[in-house]
């Protein structure tokens, strides 16, 4: 069974403090709990999931920023091909 968003979210909480201490500012993706990893931009960090995890659900979020909830459109336009 699959990750909620819910669960995504929880388990980034677990790890902000020790993303915070090396990563802050960056981008990172949480996927099945885990770390999936840390970008220097949303687009990298969007660009990579979307390519190695499909279209989700994962969760991106950026170290150290509160969450700003915007839809996806207005974050990231797909790369040609992929819809």
């Known amino acids: 069974m699959m990750a909620s968003l819910d669960d995504e979210i929880a388990a980034f ?3 902000k403090g ?3 201490a090396k990563h802050h ?3 990172v993706v ?3 709990l885990k770390l999936f990893g ?3 931009s949303f687009q990298q ?3 990579r999931a979307l390519k190695t ?3 989700g659900p994962y969760l991106i979020r950026r170290i ?3 969450p700003v909830p915007l839809p996806v459109p207005i974050l990231y336009s797909l790369p040609d091909g992929a819809n």
């Open 13 to 15: 909480n677990e790890m």
């Open 18 to 20: 020790a993303l915070e």
């Open 25 to 27: 500012g960056e981008w």
């Open 30 to 32: 949480v996927h099945d």
């Open 38 to 40: 840390t970008f220097q």
């Open 45 to 47: 960090a969007a660009n």
């Open 53 to 55: 995890l499909g279209l």
């Open 64 to 66: 150290g920023a509160s």
